[in-house]
């Protein structure tokens, strides 16, 4: 069961996971043609550590596929992971058994879960929309970070208008578990500072992709999916300025 305060559980993710089918994403190299401003993004964020040999701990890692694109992008980064899905953790460990990384992989919730490493960077991707204080997760990514570390996080973006009317008609169960309110760049800097972080900064980018997760199998829905699919690999030719960020990110360090 979810927790107070939680829109998901670990049993939600591990039905997620078994439906939609994890492993290695073998295609990463082709989808970061039609994904490279998500790549920048990810790449700011990693740089943010300040050394190619950095320690990196993602918060709700499952299943693998963010920890097999930062290996990609910066494959010198040293990589763990904590999910509190134990499914999604032994698939995400397995992913980076195949490339050859040690399986750094923890079961567990991020309030509770004690590990006996600090880390360089703490950073999720998509996580704490999923609970109704996302402060209170922020200040669990600083739990593990070392003094002076940083704390870097992404949440998707389903308030910009034509996400949010397509989104409310085909993916009204997915809005469902996600905390719309973080969702701009004023709120996000302001969980982050509540949580205790210094020098925060925000931004958006990632281009004008759609957020696909449709669980309704009608004509219509089929081919809204069909065309979001297009539109993505096409978004990349959208100037920024005649767009929506599909991501915003925030960054900041931890002192003391």
């Not at 910009?160 to 997915?174: E, G, H, I, L, Y």
């Not at 100037?239 to 360090?253: F, M, R, T, V």
Request: with cysteine; glycine share 10%; charged share 20%.
């Amino acid at each position: 069961m979810a927790a107070t305060g939680d829109l998901t559980s670990a049993n939600y993710w591990e039905k997620e996971w078994a439906a939609t089918g994890v492993g290695r994403d073998r295609l990463a190299p082709l989808r970061a043609i039609s994904q490279w401003k998500f790549d920048r993004m990810i790449c700011q964020m990693l740089d943010e550590a300040h050394s190619a040999r950095a320690e990196v701990l993602e918060l709700g890692c499952a299943p693998g596929s963010m920890l097999q694109r930062i290996h990609r992008l910066r494959p010198q980064l040293r990589l763990s992971g904590i999910d509190y899905a134990e499914e999604g953790a032994k698939t995400t460990a397995a992913i980076l058994g195949s490339l050859g990384l040690p399986k750094n992989v923890h079961v567990g919730d991020v309030r509770t879960l004690d590990l006996p490493t600090k880390f360089d960077l703490v950073t999720s991707f998509g996580l704490i929309e999923h609970f109704d204080d996302p402060a209170e997760i922020i200040r669990c990514h600083g739990r593990f970070c070392r003094p002076g570390g940083t704390v870097a996080i992404t949440v998707p973006n389903f308030t910009s208008p034509v996400v949010k009317f397509f989104s409310s008609r085909f993916c009204a169960d997915n809005l469902a578990i996600h905390n719309l309110q973080i969702m701009n760049l004023s709120a996000l800097k302001a969980a982050m500072e509540a949580a205790g972080l210094q020098d925060v900064r925000v931004g958006g980018d990632g281009g004008t992709q759609m957020h696909l997760v449709i669980s309704r199998q009608d004509i219509l829905s089929r081919a809204f999916a069909t065309a979001g699919r297009v539109w993505n690999a096409g978004a990349v030719l959208v100037p920024p300025q005649l767009g929506w960020n599909s991501y915003l990110w925030a960054i900041g360090k931890k002192v003391g």
